[in-house]
C-alpha cells in the first residue's frame, strides 16, 4: 500500500481571505441562532388541555373551536381528523385522529356503564351485613310486639281494677248513707 500525506495550506498561500470568510460565517450562524431564540421565547406556548388531550376535542388550544377535517395523504387517505382554522399560524393547535377520539369516548362509556352496573348490583343484592341487620331487624320488632302485648293484658288488668275499686267505693257509699 502507498502511502499518502496530506498537509494544510498555509495561509501564505490564500492570505487573510479565509480566516475572515470563517469569522463572517460564524457571525452569521451566531446571529441567527440568536434570533432563533428571541422568536422562540416570543411564541406563546398554550398548556395541554384536558378537552383535547381526551376524546372529542372540544376547544383548541388557541382557544378555537376545533374542525372535522379529511385526510388528502398518501399514507392516510380519508381518514378523519380534528384540527384547527388557525392550523396555519405557527402557533401550536389541536390535532387529533377521529377514529382515535371515538375509540376513546367508548372506552370511557364502557368504564363509566360497568361502573353504574357495579353499584346498581351493590344496591340491589343485600350483602351478608345486610342480611343479618335484617334479622336483628325482625328480632326487635317480636320484642317490640310482645312487649305490646304484655302491655295491653296489664292495661287490661288495670282496667279492671280501677272497676272493681270503683264498684266497692259507691257500694261503700251506699252502705254509709243508708245507714
Not at 368504564?111 to 350483602?127: G, R
Not at 288495670?158 to 251506699?174: K, N
Amino acid at each position: 500500500m502507498g502511502q499518502y500525506s496530506y498537509s494544510q495550506p498555509s495561509s501564505s498561500q490564500h492570505g487573510d481571505t479565509a480566516d475572515s470568510s470563517y469569522i463572517e460565517t460564524e457571525e452569521l450562524i451566531r446571529r441567527d441562532q440568536a434570533e432563533i431564540e428571541s422568536n422562540y421565547r416570543e411564541q406563546v406556548q398554550y398548556p395541554p388541555q384536558p378537552e383535547v388531550e381526551f376524546g372529542f376535542p372540544q376547544v383548541c388550544y388557541c382557544g378555537s373551536q376545533p374542525i372535522l377535517a379529511t385526510s388528502k395523504t398518501t399514507n392516510d387517505p380519508g381518514r378523519r381528523f380534528y384540527t384547527c382554522d388557525n392550523k396555519d399560524d405557527g402557533d401550536c393547535h389541536v390535532f387529533k385522529w377521529w377514529d382515535v377520539a371515538v375509540m376513546e369516548e367508548m372506552r370511557a362509556r364502557d368504564i363509566h356503564t360497568l361502573q353504574l352496573d357495579q353499584k346498581v348490583e351493590a344496591l340491589a343484592l343485600p350483602s351478608e351485613g345486610d342480611y343479618e341487620t335484617q334479622q336483628k331487624l325482625d328480632a326487635v320488632e317480636k320484642m317490640v310486639c310482645e312487649l305490646g302485648k304484655k302491655c295491653s293484658r296489664v292495661t287490661i288488668g288495670f282496667q279492671y281494677l280501677v272497676g272493681v275499686m270503683g264498684f266497692l267505693l259507691v257500694l261503700i257509699g251506699m252502705v254509709v248513707m243508708f245507714k
